[in-house]
């Protein structure tokens, strides 16, 4: 081939390897996870594992961090773009100034057991005992608070000790460290099964507050919506599969290869988020309750201006 025709042909290569570079572009988001991994995550677990991220060219990455406040560290400095977070957490940061808002509802009715020494057989027993919790100003403090004082055991009258994440609880409990703490499935389900005593779900006392969500840096989501619209419908089809009883033995597999979670406690976890309907489809932070979350933290001091969900929503981050 002449020179020139062959140069022709290569500048027409390039040209033609330029114009399908757009097509080929693969969106990436980094996830702010607390601890290494959780059942709350299912639904992502599920779209990442059916290759559905693939085709959508969604790259997802899950970085570890120690607690719901440091995922919302680590977000307001922009080191991640999602952070999966107890949502009072999430609130406080846009409180404060943070670059967040919350961008979904992850899980509504909260999947939490207390869970204590087998030596505990009540509430009571716990008066001058050491429990655990997520942190100081966690979500799980309501939670375990709004229990304790339903069962006639006021704050003061036990102690604090703090991790962020479930499995760090859990094995602090296994460890005979301390006499009770608050387990997300399927680690409650674990306890369970290793003779611990459960005290209660906290569904059955603290109503209409939503749990977990996803918060993404507000100057990250501006320039990426089209990742943002992925993650969403990634999600919504994650939860609709996941619903259909006939993928329950496949979704109980993915959530083992995930996190490493005994199949007998992780199943029993399908059941009982089932049995919750702790995913919602749509995640809609409007209708999901989150105001009577902002009004508890508005009440107790934790958020100082306005409660005005727009401070801490904003929809056209998903349009």
Same mark, same amino acid.
């Given at each position: ?6 140069? @022709? ?8 390897? @330029?114009?399908? *570079? ?40 899950? $970085?570890?961090?120690? /607690? ?7 977000? @307001?400095?922009? @080191? ?58 966690? $979500? ?8 304790? +004082?339903?069962? #006639? ?8 000790? =703090?991790?962020?994440?479930? *499995? ?5 409990? *296994? /460890? ?19 003779? &611990? ?18 918060t993404v840096n507000i100057n990250w989501a501006q320039k ?10 990634? =999600? ?22 995930? $996190? ?12 009982? &988020? ?8 749509? #995640? ?10 902002? +009004? ?22 998903? +349009?």
């Open positions: 081939m002449p020179t020139f025709k062959r140069l @022709a042909f290569v500048a027409a290569l390039g040209l033609l390897a @330029a114009a399908a *570079a757009p097509a080929m572009a693969q969106d990436k988001i980094v996830v702010g996870d607390v601890g290494s991994g959780s059942s709350t995550h299912w639904p992502l677990y599920i779209a990442m594992e059916k290759g559905w991220a693939t085709e959508a060219k969604l790259g997802l990455e899950f $970085i570890s961090i120690p /607690s719901s406040a440091a995922v919302m560290q680590q977000l @307001a400095a922009g @080191a991640v773009d999602v952070g999966t977070t107890g949502l009072a957490d999430a609130l406080r940061g846009a409180d404060k100034g943070a670059p967040a808002r919350v961008l979904r509802i992850e899980i509504g009715p909260s999947p939490y057991e207390v869970v204590a020494a087998p030596t505990v057989k009540s509430w009571t027993d716990l008066r001058g005992k050491t429990v655990m919790i997520g942190g100081v100003k966690d $979500i799980t403090r309501i939670y375990f608070e709004d229990m304790a +004082k339903a069962n #006639g055991l006021k704050p003061g009258e036990y102690d604090y000790i =703090y991790a962020g994440a479930t *499995a760090a609880r859990f094995a602090a409990l *296994a /460890s005979g460290s301390i006499a009770a703490t608050i387990l997300a499935p399927p680690f409650n389900f674990k306890a369970l099964g290793a003779g &611990f005593t459960s005290l209660g779900t906290s569904a059955t006392y603290t109503k209409n507050v939503p749990f977990t969500g996803y990426n919506k089209p990742a943002i619209r992925k993650l969403l419908d990634l =999600y919504a089809r994650g939860i609709d599969w996941f619903y259909d009883p006939k993928n329950k033995d496949e979704a109980v597999a993915i959530l083992v290869k995930r $996190i490493k979670t005994d199949p007998k406690d992780t199943a029993d976890t399908y059941d009982f &988020f089932v049995k919750l309907k702790v995913f919602e489809r749509d #995640g809609d932070v409007a209708k999901s309750g989150i105001e009577n979350l902002i +009004k508890i933290l508005k009440d107790q001091g934790e958020i100082e201006g306005s409660t005005e969900l727009s401070r801490f929503y904003d929809a056209s981050l998903t +349009k």
